[in-house]
């Protein structure tokens, strides 16, 4: 599933090429791609056709276009409605030419009220992912949909609350790990990301949170955006062809992949094989020796 790197790369796509345009007219192909707007795909339709998608935004691995005035000169009110898009294991918000073929699984179409050649397409494979239409948070001027206004801000946000992220670390009787998927902790930070900072930190992902020093969840939060922005750099990672930004194009970041993904290969710090252990439906990658488990109880 996408995590925040990859989602901020389709986030940077939609405001350069997307942002501030009219929607003409919308076709939905698969009502599965809807099926969080239960009003239906006409009224998902209706509701867009005319109005202007606003500045994109992203919580974690969230998405949000928020729908304006058609006129900039209509006034600064913040939104009432916002389109939000969660891209799922394969979702993926691409920018094509009017005349390109459909794409195997494309399930939305939005077109646009003006001389530019291109339109946006929701594609999906496995139909996880979709779009829908919400209510915004009263006064938002993000026009932040309320359905997700329990998510914690990520890292990278310059909102993002270090003190009160530790105090809840400490306050948890969990496991780091398990704190860092925990989206209303902190968002944006997945599987591969979560293993990534931890072998930076040298923390074992079932370390419990409460024995994490201010310094030590400091040091973890450091290597968390450091990985995060490398990862941004190259466009995210991509292990096969459903994730890509909205030109298409595949990330590289699992070229620089540390631990994730490296079972039995030497780490790079020790030398030391990497070790792969099932966690939560999941798995868990790690140095055995740079990441010593806790002690039992």
């Keep these: 599933m996408p995590e925040l790197p990859e989602v901020e790369v389709v986030r940077r796509g939609l405001e350069r090429w997307i942002c501030g345009r009219t929607v003409a007219d919308v076709e939905v192909l698969h009502p599965r791609a809807i099926r969080r707007h239960l009003a239906g795909p006409g009224d998902f339709a209706a509701q867009l056709t005319g109005r202007r998608l606003g500045t994109a935004h992203r919580r974690g691995k969230y998405l949000w276009l928020p729908l304006v005035a058609p006129s900039p000169a209509a006034g600064p009110a913040a939104p009432d409605r916002s389109v939000l898009a969660h891209l799922g294991m394969s979702g993926q918000l ?56 329990h998510i914690a801000r990520d890292p990278l946000d310059p909102g993002f609350d270090e003190a009160a992220f530790h105090a809840a670390l400490r306050g ?6 398990r704190a ?13 990301y ?15 949170t409460a024995t994490l020093t201010r310094p030590r969840s400091a040091e973890l939060l450091v290597h968390i955006r450091e990985v995060m922005n490398e990862a941004l750099a190259v466009g995210g990672t991509s292990f096969d062809s459903l994730y890509v930004n909205v030109n298409g194009e595949s990330g590289y970041f699992d070229r620089s992949l540390d631990a994730y993904g490296r079972e039995d290969e030497p780490c790079r710090r020790c030398g030391t094989a990497i070790r792969r252990r099932p966690w939560m439906n999941r798995s868990s990658y790690f140095c055995p020796r740079c990441q010593r488990p806790p002690r039992p109880a």
């Excluded at 390109?100 to 494309?106: F, N």
């Excluded at 860092?180 to 591969?192: A, C, F, W």
């Design 94 to 149: 691409l920018v094509q030419p009017h005349d390109a073929p459909a794409e195997k699984h494309l399930r939305i179409r939005v077109r646009f009220a003006d001389d530019t050649p291109t339109e946006l397409r929701f594609v999906d494979q496995r139909t996880f992912g979709g779009l829908s239409l919400h209510d915004t948070v009263a006064g938002d001027p993000d026009g932040l949909p309320d359905v997700i206004a």
């Design 172 to 177: 948890r009787r969990t496991t780091v790990k």
């Design 180 to 192: 860092l998927l925990d989206q209303s902790l902190i968002s944006g930070v997945g599987n591969i």
């Design 194 to 208: 979560a293993d990534e900072a931890l072998w930076r930190s040298r923390l074992h992902y079932d370390r419990p």
